[in-house]
């Protein structure tokens, strides 16, 4: 016990009080960005837009907004203006000298939403997402009107530059209008808001609430070449989310005749929910679902309740049909391949996270069940063409299923034949492996871009999760038990090793697919490294290959180009850029920044993409032997169990190396 109690050693690091850092107001929020809108790319800068305009819409959906105005301008700002209530200017009573408008932008955990009567429901929460876009913005004005007076402040930095200003007097505005430019420290020089991604936003959120009327606005230079972005729309949908449907589906054929959309107010006043479903004879389908105007990616609770209303008034309609064969059914035959549009309403909703991606809270799996399932009854019996139609495409569905399932067991007791296929694999419809091919794709944010970009008959998508294991340093009992390492021999269906069947290759290519940064070479170095240990044949055989994303999007007028690296770069500026020609440099941090068009001309479509083909050395020859022995000494030495021949590795090769941005 003396040894817990031992006085620090002279050569120690003291550790005392003066250690402990004290972050206060806004500080937490520039120090740790990632914390509270999920990181610094593409996607968390645009997160900024929705957080000010999920207030709005807060404010619409309460009944106090029912215009808002949505502008992007050429210099790298946004504003969003509201006529609703405005935000509260008098004294607040905790902090006195300040304004309760002051409070709320620089105090994390204040607003009008975590109590009381001001909101029933809610997306944005005043307390973090306006403070949080005030302290990562270099300058936020907010301007408020209420009770027929302007007001204006501005800041920066999440501090104010200037005290609660009176403007003037107004007697035909009212609300709040807030103008920002997010702080290149935080989000770098090159990220820049993309116009037709917040139009796309804003248009979302007129389709989720029927009730209000969306301005979009962007500055002419914005346009570049996209002639589907308007510089001026009015959005406005009076049929909701059935609206949103057809718009998606535009003149797809589908099962039922008609759709099955409504709404419906929740029990004991707890929301409402609206809804539009469709299934697609392409079985080419989506689901999107919110909760208070915001959208929940990775769904939830209220998704649960509604596949679980739709699932239990089939089989009763079924059973009472006589088609027994559906009480089988699981909501994966009914709704996996459909067209879901699902908005939900609710009092205090739990998200998984800051940036609410996943609905957690459990009183809406019931609130929804219960609300929506009376109406799918009426939907079946009120139509029964329709729904001998939607019987007939469950019962095929189900049969499938259950076919694939014994073919599964079959095939696992026959071990030359395919293995079983992972649930996250996007397989590709063409059954023959010739000129079919399987993208290894990094993270599942650019496995979604690549499963809406690829080409469906022939290329297949297998999503991982971050980096894979180290085969050439794991034990065998860890290789075996790593879910990243089976999907990907489950998906190839050729053995490993003594096993490898190359009859049995489910795909003539395999492309790894990985960001253009060091992460991404380091992941690919990774599956490398697992090819060549248990697949050598694999690659012998000219079935590997690497895929080369671009680095960089330049527009030079109203062309779009891309380049692989620093070098490509410069030949395109130096070859497109003359005279009073300006280019705009974008610079991809990852995949999952690309959207599926861009990555589908840039990296997918065999028609534009550069593949690099992995090889192995040829040792039919002398020579080839030794290039051989020596590929396998750098694998043992870069990847292997012993550490010291890595760091003599990175002691030799250290002098190449410039300042390096990781």
């Known amino acids: 016990m003396a040894d817990l109690f031992e006085t620090s050693k002279p050569n120690e690091v003291s550790y005392s009080a003066n250690d402990i850092e004290v972050l206060e107001g806004l500080e937490p929020v520039r120090k740790r960005p990632g914390m509270y809108i999920g990181g610094t790319d593409e996607t968390a800068l645009h997160h900024l837009v929705a957080e000010i305009l999920d207030n709005s819409m807060d404010e619409a959906v309460a009944g106090f907004a029912s215009k808002i105005e949505v502008s992007v301008h050429d210099n790298n700002s946004v504003t969003i203006s509201d006529n609703g209530r405005g935000i509260p200017v008098d004294e607040h009573p905790k902090y006195p000298g300040l304004s309760a408008l002051e409070v709320i932008l620089t105090t994390l955990h204040s607003g009008g939403k975590f109590g009381g009567n001001a909101y029933k429901v809610s997306g944005g929460l005043h307390g973090v997402g306006l403070s949080v876009v005030n302290a990562l913005s270099s300058k936020l004005v907010v301007e408020v009107a209420r009770e027929k007076k302007l007001y204006r402040q501005e800041y920066a930095k999440g501090k104010p530059v200037t005290k609660l200003e009176f403007v003037s007097n107004v007697s035909n505005r009212r609300g709040t209008s807030i103008t920002f430019t997010p702080d290149d420290e935080i989000f770098g020089s090159s990220s820049k808001f ?12 007129a389709f989720l609430f029927k009730g209000v009327k969306i301005c979009f606005r962007c500055d002419e230079s914005l346009k570049n070449d996209n002639e589907t972005l308007p510089l001026e729309a009015e959005l406005s949908y009076p049929n909701g989310l059935k609206d949103f449907l057809n718009f998606q589906l535009k003149d797809r054929p589908t099962v039922n005749r008609t759709m099955f959309a409504g709404e419906q107010d929740m029990a004991d006043d707890e929301g409402r929910v609206e809804w539009a479903v469709s299934w697609p004879l392409d079985q080419n389908g989506f689901s999107s679902s919110y909760c208070n105007t915001v959208l929940t990616a990775n769904g939830g609770t209220h998704e649960q309740g509604f ?10 309609y079924a059973d009472m049909a006589g088609v027994k064969k559906v009480l089988a059914a699981t909501a994966e035959d009914l709704l996996s391949d459909s067209a879901l549009m699902l908005s939900v309403f609710i009092k205090d909703p739990q998200f998984q996270g800051q940036t609410k991606d996943k609905l957690t809270s459990a009183k809406a799996v019931r609130l929804v069940e219960n609300a929506v399932k009376d109406s799918f009854d009426h939907y079946l019996s ?20 259950k076919k694939r399932k014994e073919e599964k067991v079959q095939l696992r007791k026959t071990p030359t034949k395919k293995l079983r296929l992972p649930g996250k694999l996007a397989d590709c419809s063409q059954n023959a492996a010739e000129d079919t091919e399987i993208f290894i794709v990094e993270g599942d944010s650019a496995g979604g871009s690549a499963k809406q ?10 999503p991982l999760r971050g980096k894979i294991l180290n085969v050439a340093s794991a034990s065998l009992e ?6 990243e390492i089976k999907d990907m021999i489950e998906a190839l269906g050729c053995g490993t090793k003594e096993n490898y069947r190359e009859e049995n290759l489910r795909y003539e290519r395999i492309i790894i697919m990985t960001d253009a940064d060091v992460d991404g070479a380091h992941i690919t170095s990774l599956l490398m490294t697992f090819f060549y240990e248990h697949m ?26 891309y380049a692989l690296d620093d070098e490509e770069k410069e030949k395109i500026l130096k070859k497109y850029v003359k005279g009073n020609a300006k280019a705009d440099i974008s610079r991809f941090k990852g995949l999952g920044e690309m959207s599926a068009e861009q990555l589908k001309v840039t990296t997918m479509d065999k028609n534009n993409r550069v593949l690099l083909r992995v090889q192995l050395p040829n040792t039919s020859t002398e020579e080839g032997k030794e290039e051989a022995f020596a590929t396998r000494r750098q694998v043992e030495r870069l990847m292997g169990k012993n550490p010291e021949l890595r760091f003599q590795f990175i002691i030799e090769h250290a002098k190449f190396a410039g300042n390096l941005d990781i």
Request: aromatic share 6%; no cysteine; glycine share 4%.
């Open 307 to 316: 596949k679980s209303a739709l699932l239990k008034s089939l089989k009763e």
């Open 536 to 561: 050598p044949k694999l690659i012998e055989n000219g079935h590997l290959f690497i895929a080369t994303p671009p680095l960089y999007k330049i527009v030079i007028g109203a062309k779009n180009y």
């Open 382 to 401: 009120a139509d029964p063409e329709n729904a001998a139609a939607l019987l007939e495409y469950v019962t095929a569905r189900l049969e499938l299923r």
């Open 478 to 483: 860890k290789i075996t038990q790593n879910q």
């Open 194 to 205: 993309d116009a037709m991604r917040i139009f796309r936003m804003a248009r979302s959120k």
């Open 453 to 462: 970009g690829r080409d469906r008959q022939t290329q297949a998508i297998l």
